[in-house]
């Protein structure tokens, strides 16, 4: 089977990564691709939102499966472009139409979907800039700290928690100001719930469904969870407090009426679901939905995966998922998140970076990387993800941070305490 990925992040690389293991999979193509999934696939020149330029590329490499891994092209309606093109007609897609990618691309549409469907989740009203003195009489009255979000895509940076009236009335003026262009058109201004997150990910046909291993990632840059988000440091998985009882609820209360929503509103939803949640004492509530895999979590989830992918994938096109068993090993991965100096604001590309060669017992998921003359040079903000399994959390962790620590290039920052918080879960 020829497989299409789209996307060119770590997350990307992770799914051609195991692809390519798979005898079901005989030639690998990713667009655009990057310098780690240019190891294991072809790379394709050309953009994950140039629909008709992917569709050319569909004919003429016989792709008989796509995977699309970001959000932007979903959201855009990849899956519904493809669907229209009449000789693709029996082209096996992973992800959602346009319809179902709303459940990331618009974070008012989800909470209304929760709020619709019975989903639990925070108190939250929505303001625009028509409704901007509503909002700002809305925050006299809030208790605090309160979560600001843009409505749409905003690569991971769009939400905002304010610990005071006066930072959060700023960050409503900057949002709906443009600060995040037509993402901030709208704001969701949320109740701030205290606990801790983890992210449960679901693969769907639109009616069955595998529960795929549960991660936490680590989104702000700094050690001990300080300073601005940004798009994970690191991840985790499995997640030690959340229980064999927890993940019930979880499935009971969020997996299954999503599901059910998504058939009573006439969604076919064939593909990823994230659910980012709070463990409130021991009660899931949504914080948000993603159309598709996280990233890192990507590179802790399917190391973790002994089902051959290709057939779970086949499955969810097909619609018999239920046909499949997935095994997952019962080893912990842990991934460190190598970032250029200055992330998540201004950073500087092109650094060499040296040592990879040097790594064992390790997997080094290429993120924001490219081949400059036989040479691998940082390319982006997150550079690389290293991924560590092992029998504890803690050899997981070490092994992880040995390799962060050998991998070199100029101004590489990664934070030294991914997992240390979920090692008093252990005792």
């Keep these: 089977m020829n497989i299409l990925i789209l996307g060119s992040g ?24 990057n310098t780690g999934t240019a190891q294991v696939a072809t790379n394709l020149p ?27 092209p979903l959201v855009k309606g990849v899956v519904d472009f493809l669907r229209k093109e009449p000789d693709l007609a029996h082209l096996r ?13 618009s974070k008012d549409f989800s909470k209304q979907f929760m709020n619709a469907h019975g989903i639990p989740t925070a108190a939250s009203q929505t303001f625009t800039s028509e409704t901007v003195a509503e909002g700002m009489a809305y925050l006299d009255t809030h208790s605090l700290p309160v979560v600001l979000k843009a409505d749409g895509l905003a690569a991971g940076k769009g939400v905002i928690i304010a610990e005071t009236a006066n930072e959060a009335k700023k960050v409503l003026t900057d949002m709906l100001g443009g600060q995040f262009g037509r993402a901030g058109h709208r704001v969701v201004i949320e109740q701030f719930l205290r606990g801790i997150e983890l992210s449960v990910f679901v693969l769907t046909d639109g009616v069955n469904y595998k529960i ?26 499995p997640v030690v407090f959340a229980t064999d009882a927890f993940l019930r609820k979880v499935e009971e209360r969020v997996v299954k009426p999503t599901l059910a929503g998504l058939q009573q509103e006439g969604i076919v939803y064939k593909g990823f679901i994230f659910i980012g949640l709070m463990n409130v004492k021991s009660e899931p509530v949504v914080i948000e939905y993603n159309a598709r895999m996280g990233d890192p979590e990507t590179e802790v989830v399917l190391p973790r995966i002994q089902t ?16 499949v068993t997935m095994q997952v ?10 970032v250029a100096g200055g992330y998540p604001d201004a950073y500087e590309k092109g650094h060499s970076i040296t040592d990879l060669d040097r790594l064992d017992e ?28 092992a029998n504890s959390l803690e050899n997981a962790i070490r092994k992880s ?14 934070r030294k305490d991914i997992g240390l918080d979920l090692i008093r879960y252990q005792d």
């Excluded at 770590?10 to 691709?33: I, T, V």
């Excluded at 330029?53 to 970001?70: K, M, N, S, Y």
């Excluded at 989104?219 to 985790?236: C, L, Y």
């Excluded at 051959?308 to 046909?323: H, R």
């Design 362 to 389: 390790v997997t080094a998921f290429h993120a924001g990387t490219a081949d400059q003359n036989g040479a691998v040079v940082t390319n982006g903000g997150r550079v690389l993800a290293i991924t560590a399994m």
């Design 401 to 414: 941070q040995e390799a962060a620590r050998m991998v070199q290039f100029d101004g590489k920052y990664f």
């Design 212 to 237: 795929l291993p549960e991660a936490k990632d680590y989104k702000r840059i700094g050690e001990g969870d300080t300073g601005p988000n940004t798009g994970g440091m690191g991840a985790v998985s």
């Design 329 to 338: 090993s019962a080893q912990t991965a842990v991934t460190t998140v190598l």
């Design 10 to 33: 770590g997350r990307e690389h992770a799914f051609a990564w195991k692809l390519a293991q798979s005898p079901l999979c005989d030639h690998l193509f990713a667009a655009p691709g």
């Design 46 to 72: 050309i953009a994950f939102t140039d629909f008709p330029a992917i569709a050319a590329a569909i004919r003429t490499h016989q792709v008989e499966l796509v995977l699309v891994g970001p959000e932007e």
């Design 93 to 105: 897609i992973v992800g959602p139409d346009a319809a179902g990618a709303q459940l990331e691309g």
């Design 308 to 323: 051959d992918l290709v057939e779970l994938l086949v499955a969810a096109a097909d619609g018999e998922l239920d046909k």
